[in-house]
């Protein structure tokens, strides 16, 4: 695609699926496989129930982070338990609920007559009976989804305490729920529990799956760590530096010390010359310079990760922009919480995988350069 006209859409105009209801293409959805799906409420309203504790409490503790699902969560989390009774030849891995979504591991164990996709058909269309009958309304607004609605507003879903279906995986939930307002309707208009389609991942690499399980197993600290400093995940647009307008996550007082400085290493240098560079940056960041760069060739990454490491304060600047609910990932989400770590994207974001080209490697270190000169 040329650049004129890939800059000129608008993310998931025209044919373009949004990331939650892409498939992969070409791929056999009925063979051996683990998947991660992903599925959202419809309005992504939080039917599934709360979540509590503290994102600092020991896992082991009282106060640890962890959801409490209300009897709808608790409905659907006995559904999804329940999809090896229809297929065999299907596993559970795991289950995280979530107050307006739920991330699901499953393991088809060997090749089926059926895809992927009708096992989640399936698995809805109980959840929807689940939700119909705890909340008459919205089986009203199935019903007749045209006619305007005469009934007052459904009774909220009442929180009580999880009911744990496999003692080795907790429950979860999601990073977005206290950050975004919500809609005011008391169901979905279309009296679905959940919106249509879904995202799923491919099982491709060894140690993926447990990366899958921890990710899932974070969830709740996640949310609360959000929850209590919403202004360092919050995605902010428009944020003016020089004459470059950027999108932002992280700490933006960074953009204010004193004393910024590019890290930018030719890809001529050798490893001594990387080292020596690399010892002076971190002797600076030490007594408060930010670090700056876009971390593009082998010896800016070394340099930029050591910093990363050593807890030094960092402003990254990166090809790809950020959607309205992005977030962190990793050990960068606690750096954000820490202060430490400035996320900025000049361009937009984009869901295909795109090697980032000669121009726009310029353009960045242009950017971390006239950072630093402010």
């Known amino acids: 695609m040329k650049k004129e006209v890939y800059e000129s859409q608008k993310?998931?105009?025209?044919d373009k699926k949004p990331s939650m209801l892409r498939r992969c293409v070409g791929h056999d959805y009925t063979r051996r496989q683990i998947y991660m799906v992903t599925m959202v409420t419809e309005g992504r309203l939080?039917?599934?129930g709360t979540v509590v504790g503290h994102a600092d409490a020991p896992q082991d503790s009282s106060d640890a982070p962890r959801m409490?699902?209300?009897e709808l969560g608790r409905r659907v989390e006995r559904e999804w338990w329940g999809i090896s009774d229809y297929y065999p030849q299907v596993e559970m891995i795991a289950l995280q609920m979530m107050p307006d979504h739920l991330h699901g591991i499953i393991f088809v164990k060997e090749k089926m007559e059926k895809d992927l996709s009708r096992i989640?058909?399936?698995f809805k269309t109980g959840c929807n009976r689940a939700y119909r009958e705890l909340f008459p309304s919205a089986a009203a607004v199935s019903a007749a989804p045209?006619?305007?609605s005469s009934t007052s507003a459904a009774p909220s879903v009442?929180?009580?305490?999880?009911v744990p279906s496999v003692p080795s995986v907790p429950s979860v939930v999601t990073q977005s729920q206290q950050t975004r307002p919500r809609p005011k309707q008391s169901h979905p208009s279309r009296g679905l529990l959940f919106a249509l389609g879904y995202n799923d991942k491919l099982l491709l690499r060894q140690g993926q799956l447990q990366r899958w399980l921890d990710y899932l197993h974070d969830n709740p600290r996640r949310l609360l760590m959000k929850r209590e400093h919403p202004d360092l995940f919050r995605v902010q647009r428009g944020l003016t530096v020089g004459t470059q307008q950027f999108s932002a996550i992280g700490n933006r007082f960074l953009l204010s010390r004193p004393v910024r400085l590019q890290v930018q290493c030719s890809r001529r240098l050798t490893d001594k010359e990387i080292a020596e560079r690399q010892a002076w940056w971190l002797s600076q960041a030490r007594q408060g310079a930010v670090l700056v760069s876009p971390s593009i060739s082998k010896g800016e990454k070394q340099v930029m990760r050591a910093a990363f490491d050593e807890g030094l304060p960092l402003i990254i600047l990166q090809e790809n922009g950020f959607t309205d609910l992005a977030k962190p990932g990793g050990k960068r989400m606690e750096a954000c919480q820490r202060g430490q770590l400035l996320l900025l994207a000049p361009w937009e974001h984009h869901n295909e995988r795109l090697t980032i080209r000669r121009d726009q490697c310029l353009s960045l270190n242009d950017m971390a350069r006239m950072i630093c000169e402010q």
């Open 46 to 48: 939080p039917l599934f």
């Open 11 to 14: 993310p998931f105009a025209g």
């Open 68 to 70: 409490q699902l209300s």
């Open 146 to 148: 045209s006619a305007p």
């Open 158 to 162: 009442p929180s009580v305490p999880p």
């Open 120 to 122: 989640i058909r399936g």
